[in-house]
């Protein structure tokens, strides 16, 4: 049974740094697109930012160049390095893989890790 594990979430004030981790059993996981969402309350999710298959990746604007998106195949795990966080960061990250092979889609979602930037 595939399942994403989110861990490294936490307070940290203004400014401050945290690390994500999503550790996946999703096989094989270089096949897959990974990426982090975020949920607030009052607040529709939202793509963070996306890897591809082949490197590729994307973010939403409100955190360009301060959010970084990489994966380590050979540990199937997809990490989002934040720094200069700010209040309006506070969400739940949700890690998110998925797959598309011709018309099948398989996708998958962690139960998310807390974030909270506050001082």
């Known amino acids: 049974q595939v399942q994403l594990v989110e861990s490294g979430g936490g307070l940290v004030q203004p400014g401050g740094s945290l690390t994500l981790s999503c550790a996946a059993s999703?096989?094989?996981?270089?096949?897959?697109?990974m990426a982090w969402y975020r949920q607030a309350p009052g607040i529709r999710r939202e793509l963070v930012a996306r890897?591809?298959?082949?490197?590729?990746?994307n973010y939403a604007e409100s955190v360009k160049g301060r959010f970084t998106i990489s994966r380590d195949n050979a540990k199937n795990t997809v990490y989002l390095r934040m720094v200069d966080l700010k209040p309006g960061d506070t969400a739940l990250y949700l890690c998110?893989?998925?797959?598309?092979?011709?018309?099948?889609?398989?996708?998958?979602w962690g139960q998310g890790t807390q974030v909270t930037v506050s001082s």
């Open positions: 998110n893989a998925r797959r598309i092979l011709a018309t099948d889609v398989w996708e998958y």
């Open positions: 999703t096989s094989p996981f270089n096949a897959y697109t």
């Open positions: 890897i591809t298959t082949g490197g590729e990746t």
